[in-house]
T-cell receptor, first 118, second 113 residues
Framework: DTGVSQDPRHKITKRGQNVTFRCDPISEHNRLYWYRQTLGQGPEFLTYFQNEAQLEKSRLLSDRFSAERPKGSFSTLEIQRTEQGDSAMYLC????????????????FGQGTRLTVV | AQSVAQPEDQVNVAEGNPLTVKCTYSVSGNPYLFWYVQYPNRGLQFLLKYITGDNLVKGSYGFEAEFNKSQTSFHLKKPSALVSDSALYFCAVRDLPYQKVTFGIGTKLQVIP
């Protein structure tokens, strides 16, 4: 399977614990995105990487959230001191693009990591 | 700021009938528009996109969308609905040069046999 893969698919954790999710993008894609989706809502943008550089961050990404993409390939999203409000589906997507509008592709999504904080 | 509105929470259509799922957007510059579909417990699947050029865009599974700049709309259409089209549909917009893609809240499409 050469699509975007996310691990784990499901995570149940106790409030206050730290969790880390991993995303492996499509190999030739230079752009990687994290989104969060709660029930009845569309995906909400969290952050975006171009290669290893984190270029945009949403104000939704509090200090407890940190994302990395150290070698410009896979990415991790860590949530520290989880709260019940963090329960959601965390979606990763990747795409290929440059400064030229017509060279940008759409984002391809993984199947997500469903986080439940109890 | 960019935004997307999907005015219908749910659209019901009989199998074989044409379907339309509505989307309007707001951007400061030129929009880059998308439709995605989501099946239960699955990630989002790309259907189609508008970048520039022809206002009628054709995508996967027989879907198409019409870009209307004056009405700032990008409605999703299909001439003949299938029961298997039943899913959650998301319209999304990106305002260049930013990378953030903003999604609507989704429209549930129910195709009735």
């Amino acid at each position: 399977d050469t699509g975007v893969s996310q691990d784990p698919r499901h995570k149940i954790t106790k409030r206050g614990q730290n969790v880390t999710f991993r995303c492996d993008p499509i190999s030739e894609h230079n752009r990687l995105y994290w989104y969060r989706q709660t029930l009845g809502q569309g995906p909400e943008f969290l952050t975006y990487f171009q290669n290893e550089a984190q270029l945009e961050k949403s104000r939704l990404l509090s200090d407890r959230f940190s994302a990395e993409r150290p070698k410009g390939s896979f990415s991790t999203l860590e949530i520290q001191r989880t709260e019940q409000g963090d329960s959601a589906m965390y979606l990763c997507a990747s795409g290929q693009g440059s400064g030229q509008r017509h060279q940008n592709t759409e984002a391809f999504f993984g199947q997500g990591t469903r986080l439940t904080v109890v | 700021a960019q935004s997307v509105a999907q005015p219908e929470d749910q659209v019901n259509v009989a199998e074989g009938n044409p379907l339309t799922v509505k989307c309007t957007y707001s951007v400061s510059g030129n929009p880059y528009l998308f439709w995605y579909v989501q099946y239960p417990n699955r990630g989002l699947q790309f259907l189609l996109k508008y970048i520039t050029g022809d206002n009628l865009v054709k995508g996967s599974y027989g879907f198409e969308a019409e870009f209307n700049k004056s009405q700032t709309s990008f409605h999703l259409k299909k001439p003949s609905a299938l029961v298997s089209d039943s899913a959650l549909y998301f319209c999304a917009v990106r305002d260049l040069p930013y990378q953030k893609v903003t999604f609507g809240i989704g429209t549930k499409l129910q195709v009735i046999p």
